[in-house]
């Protein structure tokens, strides 16, 4: 029997060349695409996919978001990480909810069909560059630190405010500071987290639950 996968990424060339060299493979089927998270959704609800390729970024619902919707409502569906990015939070948030593996879309072409069957075998599989970052961030937690420790106690109520819609002169206000300070502080605080815009820090800040009221 084939395995079936379900192509999920804005780049039509980017699915067309994934399809050709998947359908090379006489055990491997695609049997949808979409451009879109929504659409995927959809898919994975009329079709059961066996394995979903999911794009981590894309414009609307973003591939961290959508996996975890998918992994929740149909846990016989696996989710392989696609991404153009090497970022520690995209690698840990594509896993925490629940995808299988992660490859960079540079290597995609080399490393897909092994990724596809170790998932398959019921293993998870890190490219080499990921899984680099994920060892160094066991070492430093090892070592005492993880991402929330990482951040003084000035900096978690930065970013609980800025999660919380503070502008960065109401924040200014209210920590008896200035916007030049309250802004160093954030591009700061964004650089500890690997996270590379406000967006992306909001929902930091949702997922590790500081989003509490504000003092």
């Known amino acids: 029997m084939s395995v079936r996968i379900l192509l999920v990424d804005d780049h039509q060339v980017l699915r067309e060349g994934l399809r050709s060299l998947l359908e090379k493979q006489p055990d491997i089927e695609v049997v949808g695409e979409a451009g879109d998270a929504g659409t995927a959704l ?3 609800r009329d079709i059961r996919p066996d394995i979903v390729i999911m794009d981590v970024n894309m414009p609307g619902v973003d591939g961290i978001d959508a996996t975890r919707l998918t992994t929740r409502d149909y846990p016989e569906t696996k989710v392989l990480a696609l991404s153009m990015h090497l970022r520690k939070t995209f690698v840990s948030e594509m896993f925490k909810c629940g995808a299988s593996g992660y490859v960079l879309k540079e290597d995609a072409f080399a490393e897909i069909v092994e990724a596809i069957r170790t998932i398959l075998a019921g293993g998870k599989y890190v490219c080499s560059k990921a899984a680099a970052l994920l060892v160094g961030d066991y070492i430093q937690v090892g070592a005492g630190g993880n991402a929330k420790t990482q951040l003084t106690e000035r900096e978690t109520e930065i970013v609980r405010m800025l999660a919380n819609g503070k502008s960065s002169k109401e924040i200014a206000v209210i920590t008896h500071t200035n916007v030049k300070t309250v802004d ?7 650089q500890k987290l690997d996270i590379g ?3 992306e820090l909001v929902k930091y800040a949702i997922r590790e639950g500081l989003t509490a009221a504000d003092s």
């Open 184 to 190: 160093a502080c954030r591009r700061r605080i964004m």
């Open 197 to 199: 815009s406000v967006a």
């Open 42 to 44: 959809e898919l994975v």
